[in-house]
Each structure stands twice: as structure tokens, then as C-alpha cells.
């Protein structure tokens, strides 16, 4: 679902941004999302919100694991 009309960004688009460190207004902003009109910007908060939320709910769940020792010596 398209979220941000003026920039076409979808809502996979966004929470893409907030999964790479988007965490707030601003910051999706400087990614071109909800820069234009601001038409966007309550959807975008509560975006944020519910993912900061979750993430407050289960820092366990949001945490990439390690990679293993194998793995990394690969690289």
C-alpha cells in the first residue's frame, strides 16, 4: 500500500527505512519519505510508533544474532 503519495513509497518502503534505522520524522524525511506535502506524516508517526513499541516489547526479537565464528572467518 502506497503511504506517502507525493513520493510513491510504499509502506514495505518504510518500514524497510525504519528496520535500517529510521526512528523518526526526520529521519524518513532525509530517506524522501513524507517530505513533500505532509499529508503522510500521521501514518508515518504511528509507523514509528508501533514499531518502537514492538521493539521495546521484545529487544530480543529485533536483535540480529551473532554470526558464527565459521561464517565470519569467511567473510
Do not use: F
Request: charge should be positive; charged fraction near 15%; aromatic fraction near 0%.
Amino acid at each position: 500500500m502506497i503511504v506517502c503519495i507525493c513520493r510513491g513509497a510504499s509502506e514495505s518502503k518504510i518500514l524497510n527505512a525504519i528496520d535500517n534505522g529510521a526512528t523518526s520524522l526526520r529521519d524518513l524525511q532525509r530517506c524522501g519519505i513524507g517530505d513533500q506535502c505532509g499529508s503522510c506524516h500521521n501514518s508515518l508517526r504511528a509507523m514509528l510508533a508501533v514499531t518502537a513499541a514492538e521493539r521495546a516489547a521484545c529487544p530480543a526479537c529485533t536483535t540480529a544474532p551473532a554470526p558464527l565464528p565459521a561464517v565470519a572467518a569467511m567473510a
